[in-house]
């Protein structure tokens, strides 16, 4: 992958997702007023490897804190992308812990 993927928030469906070679990679979540539960991320296993879960979780958590959301990790993968990135630490909602 030369360059970095699109990454489109499909309100609709509540997904994050990425269209590549054919394929779909998706970060469910949930709105819940003023919180955003993330709850699954899913990367086709053709097109594991090309950090293409990070690159959702990153979408994910900039539009977070630029809709001043606060988050839920419940996404195992997320909440891991979060313990690598401290810097979204603030955004995780500390009422739900």
């Known amino acids: 992958m030369s360059k970095q993927p699109e990454v489109t928030n499909n309100t609709a469906e509540q997904r994050y997702e990425i ?11 949930e ?3 003023q919180r955003i539960i993330y709850q699954h991320t899913e ?10 879960g990070s690159i959702l979780a990153h979408t994910a958590l900039e539009d977070a804190r630029s809709e001043n959301l606060t988050i839920i990790p419940s996404c ?7 313990q690598h990135h401290p810097e979204y ?9």
């Open 76 to 82: 195992p993968f997320v909440a891991n992308y979060i």
């Open 31 to 33: 709105r819940d007023g």
């Open 19 to 29: 269209h590549l070679e054919n394929q779909l990679a998706i970060l469910t979540y």
């Open 43 to 52: 990367v086709p296993s053709e097109l594991e490897h090309h950090g293409l």
């Open 89 to 97: 630490q603030p955004l995780i909602d500390k009422t739900n812990q």
